[in-house]
C-alpha cells in the first residue's frame, strides 16, 4: 500500500471503504422500542417518576454517586452545576484554557468570571499556571477531562484541597472514564456531564448533574427544574422548601425520549467503552513507530472513555510539513473523519472571552482575556488531530485502514514539499 503514490498525487487511495466511517450514537431494536415505548407512557414528567427516575438511579448507580439530576443538555448541566455550588457575581473559577466552550460559558450567567488556566503539553490543566491565577475571589476549580482522557486527578484533588477551591468536573467526553479505579465525576464537590449526539452517552441532547452532596442536589433541583419535582423532593422543613414552585425560575429538564435513548445506551455503555479500549490500543500500536505522530502517553491510573483519539503532530519529523497540508493528503487517503477540532480550542480564540461586555452588559468595561496569553493551549490545538475510536469488531478494518493512511502519509511527506 506505502508503495502506491499519494492519493492527493493521483494514486490509489489507502481506505477504499465507502464514508460515512463513524455514526454515534449506535442505534439498536432496544432503543428504538424504547423511545417508541416512552410515546405511550409519557411525553412530558414534570417530577422525578417514570423514564427520569429510571435513568438517573441507574446514572447514580454507574457513577457511584448519591443523586443524579439530568438536564435538557450539558450546557444547562455546567449551568445548574455552579449556580448550584453556590458560584455568584464576581466569583471566579478557573478552567483550562483549552476545552469545549460551555465548560465556562454558564459562568457568564451568573455573573461570575472563568479565569482561564494553561494547559500543559497533553492539553490537560497545568496547575502551576493555575497557581498563579489564584486571587482571593477564586472559589472552584474545573476538570475536563479532554477527548475523554482523565487529567491527573491525584494532582487536581491535593491541590483543590491544599487550597480550600471546590472542585468540579465536566465529564462531558468521559462517562465512564476512570483514573485509579475511580470514576470520573466522583472526585469533587459535583459534575456535570453532557449527554448530546456524539458524546460516549448519548441521549440525543440532554445532561446531568451528580453529586453526593444532598443540599447541592436541592440547589440543582431548584436551579431548573422547579415546582412538583421541588415540591416532592426538598423536605418541607427545609430552609429551601418555601422557593420550590418557582425554583431560581428556569426550566431544564430532559426530554422523556432523551431519557428512554440514554437509559438503553447506558446499558451498553460498557461495552462500548471496552470495544473503544481495544480499538484505541490498536490504533495507538500501528501509530506508535510513525514519524510525526505521537500518540498519548497515558498514566497507568488513566482509563479512558476514548471519545476520541488525538494524535499530536511533529512536523519537524517529517521535514516542516504543516498538519493541514498533512491532513488534505490524509483526507484524499479517504480517511476523511481524521480532523482538527473545531470548536473545542484555546477559548481566548472566540470574541465572548475576549469582549464579553459587548454581548453581556454585566460585564461591560470588563477586560476581556487577549489572544496568545496561552501559549500552551494554542500550541497544543494547533498540532493535534483526531481520529474517531470505533467500538466495533467488524470496524476494525477502518481503524486498521485509517491507521494505514496516515502511515502512507507520512512516508510520502517529501513529495508534499
Ligand atoms: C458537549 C460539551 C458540553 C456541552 O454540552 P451540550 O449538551 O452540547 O450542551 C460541555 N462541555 C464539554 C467538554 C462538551 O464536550
Redesign the pocket.
Known sequence: MNDSPLALLGGEPAVTVAGPHFAWPPIEDADRRAVAAQLETSVSIPDRSGIVADLEDALASYLGVRHVVTTC????A?HSMYAAAGIGPGDEVIVPAL??H??ATPLFHLGAHPVLADVDDRGQLDLEDADRRLTARTKAVVA?HLWGLPEDMDALVSFADELELMLLE?G??AHGATWNHQTVGTFGAASAF???GP?PLSAG???LVATDDTELYYRVLLHGQYNKRCRREIPADHPLARFAVTGMGLKLRIHPFAAALARTQLTRLDVHLAGRQRIAARMCAALDSVPGIHVPDLPTAARPSWYALPLHYERAELGGLPLERFLDAVHAEGAKEADQPGS?CPLVTHPLFQAPGDLLPGYAGRQGTAAGAFPAAEYVHATTFKLPVWHREEDVHLADAYAAAIAKVASHAKDLM
Do not use: Q
Open positions: 443538555t450539558g450546557t444547562a455546567l476545552t469545549f460551555a465548560t475536563a465536566d462531558s467526553h453532557s449527554l448530546n458524546k441532547e440532554g445532561g473545542t
